[in-house]
């Protein structure tokens, strides 16, 4: 049997973040992960092909190619795909409410899980202050992370000759400067928000490289990460259990795969 007869099945994937047209997108790892699980129903959260980038200059290798022929066959195997565009391929917000051959155009979505549990899908970057009001920052603040980068695949290429993991600059930052903090909790705290707006008991969202799973007084917050640096994505299980997925993580060498992270476990702490 081949690798994709061997697909893990479950009922919902949640992916966002891929940056399809950009020289850091980590496509052959979204290839594989999307060879290793199939799903009922797929959201793509935003983000997937970017738009900012390609405008400045083409760059579209064959891999990137391969993830969308990908997803497309999931589609003609029965798999419902969603996609909810985000700041960098907002081109698709043109688009919405259409179904482009089998794939559903939406600004977001309520999703209801196995246990009966509705979240938001939403890509997020409507509440980033940023985005929205200081559009020229955001691109400045996108030539920095791009640089940023540049600077880590040559760091861990000494660092894979030294026989170390993977690590990433920017992810590091996020967490120890005061004030990417600082932001990283206000994006939280506005999309439980908006969850609570809409009825929801949890949100679902990417936009800021992220990945985590938390409660916020009551709400469930969810972000899928991306596939630039952190490789992650977001299972939900027949159950409605919810799972983090750190994909580079799960196919190191001598790795061992963590099972499901489900409410009130030990392991869902560890993921926030």
Same mark, same amino acid.
């Given at each position: ?5 061997? +697909? ?18 980590? %496509? ?6 999307? *060879?290793?699980?199939? %799903? ?6 935003? #983000? ?17 190619? #391969? &993830? ?42 309520? !999703?209801?899980? @196995?246990?009966? *549990? ?6 997020? /970057?409507?509440?980033?202050? $940023?985005?929205? !009001? ?41 967490? *120890?400067? *005061? ?18 707006? !809409?009825? @929801? /008991? ?8 992220? +990945? $985590?799973?938390?409660?916020? /007084?009551?709400?469930?917050? &969810?972000?899928?990460?991306?596939? &630039? ?5 977001? &299972?939900? !299980? ?13 196919? %190191?060498?001598?790795?061992? %795969? ?6 009130? #476990? ?7």
């Amino acid at each position: 049997m081949g690798q994709e007869d061997d +697909a893990i099945r479950v009922r919902t994937l949640f992916l966002s973040d891929l940056h399809l047209g950009t020289k850091g997108c980590q %496509a052959e790892q979204v290839l594989e992960f999307l *060879k290793r699980y199939d %799903a009922d129903t797929l959201y793509l959260v935003g #983000d997937i092909v970017d738009g900012w980038r390609l405008k400045s200059g083409w760059y579209w290798p064959q891999a990137h190619n #391969d &993830v969308v022929q990908k997803l497309l066959r999931k589609v003609r195997k029965g798999t419902r795909l969603v996609y909810i565009p985000g700041n960098h391929d907002e081109f698709l917000r043109d688009y919405l409410g259409v179904n482009l051959g089998g794939v559903e155009l939406a600004d977001h979505a309520i !999703h209801e899980a @196995a246990d009966g *549990k509705r979240y938001l899908v939403i890509h997020g /970057d409507q509440f980033d202050l $940023v985005v929205r !009001h200081a559009r020229w920052l955001a691109l400045l603040g996108d030539g920095a992370y791009t640089a940023a980068l540049f600077v880590n695949t040559y760091l861990n290429m000494a660092r894979r000759k030294l026989g170390l993991t993977y690590w990433s600059l920017s992810s590091w930052a996020k967490l *120890k400067v *005061k004030n990417a903090v600082n932001y990283i909790g206000r994006f939280e705290e506005l999309l439980a928000a908006e969850a609570r707006r !809409h009825q @929801a /008991d949890g949100v679902i969202c990417g936009h800021i490289h992220h +990945a $985590v799973m938390r409660d916020l /007084d009551g709400i469930r917050y &969810v972000n899928t990460g991306d596939w &630039v640096e952190s490789c992650t994505a977001i &299972v939900e !299980h027949y159950d409605g259990a919810f799972e983090l997925i750190r994909w580079t993580e799960m196919t %190191a060498p001598r790795q061992v %795969a963590v099972g499901p992270v489900r409410d009130g #476990d030990l392991l869902a702490q560890k993921a926030a």
